[in-house]
């Protein structure tokens, strides 16, 4: 009857583990414009399926590119320690779906016992050996199950704060991932600027070199001074030495190359490939579209939803817990009697504990978890303004740059213009080869802002993407859910 009695409670316990103290989850509000204000009229746009699916490098028309973003979210360490991260919180939240269910052991033993000095002693080899006596031998077969029913909801609260923080994990890879293709994309867009500043600088040597030897040939003829030949000197040795300092900038980006691929820069190399000067138009999207796109927002968003099931843990711990347990086993003095119907036993009870006193323990708890709450909440809302910021400034960084880059082109054809115009003027005697410094000056600095301009508008594209979440996908935005059957 006993057994019946303690059974008939099973009903009433799995009633009770429906309770959950954790407040309904809301995602914190924020407000959202209609517009961006730096690109009132940009718009989604449709751009190709391979891009929509992720890969918005694809834009910059570089096959190069291409192969190195392949080899990001397989080769970077950052992505690696961010998957392991992944794939631990994945754990977790099977771990905490483990606590549902009973805890099944095992146990089996053989005993004997008897009474000192019975038995016959023997001396052999002067060591001592009893053999014989009274002793008895006991065989012992158990299995037990204990199992802490879910009245109110901790352990299911518990599960929901760790999926929900797997889901953040997912999310941080998924920012981690888009952050490394980001850098990758800016470095190697760099690179290629400086190996097209350096082609630029080694016109400009060349030209130097005929200048300094046309000027040398002026200087024996008696035509000019000795200042003009020492003017063209120092100009020509100038430009060499500002080679040598690109070859060094290639350098520091081919190696951060390196890195970011996973591979040691001692045996990495990148060979030199035709400047690309594309710059994409990044295909819009709506300001309320952000939120599910950015995954550091979504990170942020998962946290919160963390941080409230965690309120429902704490606020579990004013309840009384509610145990079951139960064995079965067989004891005999003889293995053959070991499973025999006369020899079984069994056992079944009920447990319970409660707190009595704990002198506000528990409602400090409550009241840090609340604490957390709000603050993950304030960190949601700060990412989901950060946000925007980047955006607006990236919007802004594109249309302005977009205007710098036609007037640098503009000033770059002058400047050209006007050395050439100069250098005519020199060899004709009408004007002193400082006049001719200048020009080759100021042509240089223009070709070389013109270039530097059309890299800005690239970067700047790239951190746009970057800003907006990298891709035009509309599936779920990762750390929105965890995969199935995890």
């Not at 052991?105 to 053989?110: C, H, M, V």
């Not at 002067?126 to 037990?144: A, E, H």
């Not at 190697?188 to 016109?203: C, M």
């Not at 050209?416 to 001719?436: H, K, P």
Request: net charge neutral; proline share 5%; glycine share 6%.
């Amino acid at each position: 009857m006993k057994i019946i009695r303690t059974l008939a409670t099973l009903p009433t316990i799995a009633a009770l583990s429906a309770c959950s103290f954790a407040p309904a989850y809301q995602r914190p509000a924020t407000v959202t414009p209609a517009s961006f204000k730096e690109a009132p009229g940009w718009r989604p746009a449709t751009p190709a399926d391979a891009v929509a699916k992720g890969q918005w490098w694809l834009l910059f028309n570089d096959p190069v590119l291409t192969s190195l973003e392949a080899r990001v979210a397989v080769n970077n360490q950052n992505v690696a320690a961010a998957a392991a991260a992944y794939e631990q919180a994945r754990a977790l939240v099977r771990e905490a779906r483990a606590s549902l269910f009973p805890t099944v052991s095992l146990n089996g033993g053989a005993t004997r016992a008897g009474s000192l000095g019975s038995g016959t002693t023997t001396i052999i080899g002067g060591n001592t050996v009893t053999t014989g006596g009274n002793g008895s031998r006991r065989y012992s077969v158990s299995i037990g199950a204990t199992w802490e029913p879910d009245l109110w909801g901790q352990i299911r609260n518990t599960i929901s704060q760790q999926k929900a923080l797997a889901q953040a994990s997912e999310a941080d890879l998924a920012n981690a991932t888009l952050s490394a293709q980001g850098e990758l994309a800016a470095d190697y867009l760099q690179l290629r600027g400086v190996e097209h500043q350096k082609a630029i600088l080694d016109a400009t040597v060349a030209a130097y070199d005929r200048a300094l030897q046309i000027t040398t040939n002026r200087y024996n003829q008696g035509v000019v001074a000795r200042v003009d030949v020492l003017q063209a000197q120092t100009q020509l040795d100038s430009a060499r030495a500002n080679t040598a300092d690109l070859e060094r900038q290639r350098s520091a980006f081919e190696h951060a190359i390196a890195v970011l691929v996973g591979e040691n820069p001692s045996s990495f190399s990148l060979p030199a490939a035709p400047w690309s000067p594309t710059v994409p138009d990044v295909p819009g999207i709506l300001p309320s579209a952000l939120l599910e796109r950015r995954p550091d927002v979504a990170a942020a968003e998962r946290r919160v939803a963390a941080a409230n099931a965690s309120i429902g843990v704490q606020r579990a711990a004013f309840f009384p817990t509610i145990g079951l347990n139960g064995d079965l086993g067989t004891q005999a003095s003889r293995l053959g009697s070991l499973f025999t119907a006369a020899s079984s036993i069994w056992s079944l009870g009920l447990t319970a504990a409660e707190t009595l006193l704990d002198f506000g323990a528990r409602s400090a708890r409550v009241a840090q978890a609340r604490a957390a709450y709000n603050q993950s909440a304030a960190n949601y809302r700060q990412t989901v303004l950060t946000a925007f910021q980047q955006v607006e400034d990236e919007l802004a960084a594109a249309r302005i740059l977009d205007y710098v880059a036609q007037q640098r082109t503009s000033a770059a054809t002058a400047a050209n213009r006007v050395e050439a115009l100069t250098q005519n003027q020199y060899l004709a005697g009408q004007i002193a080869y400082s006049d001719v410094i200048t020009a080759q000056t100021t042509a240089l600095a223009a070709r070389q802002t013109e270039a530097s301009a059309v890299v800005d508008r690239q970067l700047a594209a790239v951190s746009l993407i970057q800003a907006i979440g990298g891709s035009w996908s509309d599936a779920q935005p990762a750390g929105a859910q965890v995969p199935p059957g995890h």
